[in-house]
């Protein structure tokens, strides 16, 4: 008897063997990696890793001392053709012990990860600190900047008209001021319609988590002052958005820049000649919208500032009325003192989604109902997922969490609900469990915008898929995707080195500056930057490169660490309110 159990038990060895043998053969080129959220997870939060090529059905959770405190099994493998690897999940959200832990599932560990209570208040803070780094028309004091100081850049105080811009009152060739503001990424420039989208998400990070917000410093010249670190530099950007206006009628020029992206150098060693160019609807309405949310939101605070951005605000949105297809293109010219303008074009020739967005948050500033008129909601067939050119949603956004009590709230909600819903079928059918399935440039910030669309889908339905399918886009930015790089400079075990970023490149310190999300795997631009050949993997998903050349998929911008602002308060706040009860 005990020899027919030995025959048995051999064969049942054998047939293992044999099948983790083919198992293994089909999948002999692949590495076994487990690839998570590298600055780890909220204890009492949803906590998933992925697995790629697995061979083992088992995984643990292990103490840094060896010690297995969980075990699980990894779900079915999936494969997925914009990364071309098969990946399982592996969920351990039942676990909730605060400490440093790391994953084994057969010969493959993960790195170390931490499990606390507060995991991502220093990447708030470092994410929200970049914009000071990023601030023109100053000087960053050791005091702030630490290693990261440098002398005052671009003052913008003979900023010139160019022929582009010309109006009667001035002319081409007169100078203007058009100081501060941020740099608008890895160049000098600084551009209206980026600056829209940015500021909004920030004040919009601000007012839906403000209690947040009011306890986090994170050492800027206004930090002593009784403001939010996050409105004072918030302010530093309207400050110079304002000079960006043509008081006599109202119009906003498109972007303050030179002719040609400066060469890679120190801020205050780029020099070039700034002009500003043509007015343009998109970048009127951009500012129309940021200056009505900005009045609404300081109302209170400065009731006199409130006002005069108010005005501004109606009279960006008055010239759009009049020039509603003013479509920005790069100024071509044979003047050598007017040249061609070759720096970002951030052209849009579709305004629905601007009118749409700055009316309603005029009507929110003045409860106006004229602001509706222009631009319906039932207009649009579809509401997208926000970015720099395509921003109706951010006017749901605005909707959705005021304070009206009405159909337009309600028909908001409704939108925002459609729009979750086709992201929680990505996230659902996703081997990554993630939202994104296109790599465009900005590719992270793709993810983080989604997540920010379900955060503010969570917080008018309270349906917890959606803040997990939001928590999702924060764990793949900060590694829980193909590449395995936490895409945050200076965070995780892998992060990226050589940013394109002008100041970064040119100040002799080796870490990047913190806190900076890059772009992202891109697959349609390689061939410009550093050349394709030099990109090891051409597979969307994976197609990103840690090199300064890196353009395409290794910059950093203002629009994209906006969300990653947005989504990291929104994270920490909700979760501190799930769990506080
Ligand atoms: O929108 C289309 C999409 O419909 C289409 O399916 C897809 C297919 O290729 O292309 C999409 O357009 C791409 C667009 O980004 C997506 O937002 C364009 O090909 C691509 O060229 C475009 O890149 C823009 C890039 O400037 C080049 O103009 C980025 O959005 C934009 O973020 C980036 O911004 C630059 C500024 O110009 C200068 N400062 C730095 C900043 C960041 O890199
Ligand atoms: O540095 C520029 C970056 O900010 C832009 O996103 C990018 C695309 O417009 O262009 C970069 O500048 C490059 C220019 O387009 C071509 N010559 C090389 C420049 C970078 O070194």
Redesign the pocket.
């Known amino acids: 008897m005990k020899n027919i159990y030995r025959s048995l038990s051999l064969v049942a060895i054998m047939l293992v063997m044999l099948s983790r043998c083919a198992f293994s053969d089909k999948y002999k080129n692949a590495e076994t990696n487990i690839r998570l959220n590298q600055v780890g997870f909220y204890t009492k939060g949803q906590k998933i890793a992925v697995i790629t090529a697995p061979k083992d059905k088992a995984f643990s959770l292990k103490t840094l001392s060896g010690e297995t405190v969980y075990t699980g099994s990894v779900l079915k493998s999936k494969f997925w053709d914009q990364a071309g690897e098969h990946v399982s999940i592996i969920d351990f959200s039942a676990f909730s012990e605060s400490g440093d832990y790391y994953l084994q599932s057969g010969s493959a560990q993960s790195e170390p990860f931490r499990l606390s209570e507060v995991p991502y208040n220093d990447l708030l803070k470092a994410a929200a600190k970049t914009y000071y780094f990023n601030r023109a028309t100053t000087e960053l004091h050791e005091k702030y900047a630490g290693i990261y100081k440098r002398p005052f850049s671009h003052p913008d105080t003979a900023v010139m008209i160019h022929a582009s811009a010309a109006g009667d009152f001035l002319p081409a060739g007169e100078s203007i001021a058009t100081p501060f503001g941020w740099y608008?990424?890895?160049?000098f420039?600084k551009?209206v319609v980026?600056s829209g989208i940015s500021t909004y998400t920030l004040l919009a990070a601000y007012e839906h988590y403000q209690n947040l917000f009011d306890t986090l410093q994170w050492n800027i010249p206004e930090s002593n002052n009784q403001r939010a670190d996050l409105m004072d530099e918030i302010l530093w950007n309207i400050r110079w958005m304002e000079t960006m206006q043509d008081t006599l009628d109202g119009g906003v020029y498109h972007k303050t820049t030179t002719a040609n992206f400066e060469s890679f150098m120190e801020a205050s060693k780029a020099n070039g000649q700034r002009f500003v160019v043509n007015k343009g609807t998109a970048a009127s309405l951009n500012f129309a919208a940021v200056m009505a949310k900005t009045s609404a939101m300081l109302q209170a605070e400065d009731p006199l500032y409130a006002q005069k951005l108010l005005y501004r605000a109606k009279a960006a949105y008055n010239w759009a009325l009049t020039h509603p297809n003013a479509e920005f293109k790069n100024p071509v010219s044979n003047s050598p003192k007017y040249p061609s303008i070759h720096?970002?074009?951030?052209g849009d020739n579709h305004f629905q989604d601007e009118f749409f967005w700055a009316g309603v948050e005029l009507y929110l500033a003045t409860m106006d109902n004229q602001y509706l008129s222009k631009q319906a909601m039932s207009e649009f067939n579809q509401f997208n997922v926000p970015?720099?050119?395509t921003v109706e949603t951010l006017g749901l956004i605005s909707l959705a969490s005021s304070e009206l009590n009405n159909h337009l709230k309600k028909k908001a909600s409704d939108e925002l609900m459609i729009l979750a819903e086709l992201l929680i079928s990505e996230w659902r059918q996703s081997p990554y469990r993630v939202t994104i399935n296109k790599f465009?440039?900005?590719s992270n910030a793709e993810v983080m915008n989604q997540s920010m669309v379900l955060l503010n889908a969570y917080r008018v339905l309270g349906n917890v898929e959606y803040f997990e399918a939001a928590v999702s886009g924060l764990d793949y930015v900060l590694g829980r995707n193909a590449t395995g790089y936490c895409f945050v400079t200076g965070f995780g075990y892998l992060s990226p080195k050589n940013i394109h970023h002008r100041q970064s490149a040119s100040d002799d310190i080796e870490a990047p500056i913190p806190g900076f999300l890059v772009?992202g795997p891109n697959p349609?631009?390689i061939h410009q930057d550093c050349g394709r050949d030099e990109y090891a993997i051409h597979l969307p998903a994976k197609c990103y490169l840690d090199e300064t050349c890196s353009?395409s998929t290794n910059?950093v911008?203002i629009?994209w660490n906006a969300p990653l602002v947005y989504v990291t308060a929104g994270v920490e706040s909700i979760y501190q309110q799930r769990f506080s009860n």
């Open positions: 608008d990424a890895g160049d420039n551009y980026n720096t970002g074009e951030y970015n720099w050119s465009v440039w900005g772009g349609r631009n353009y910059e911008a629009n």
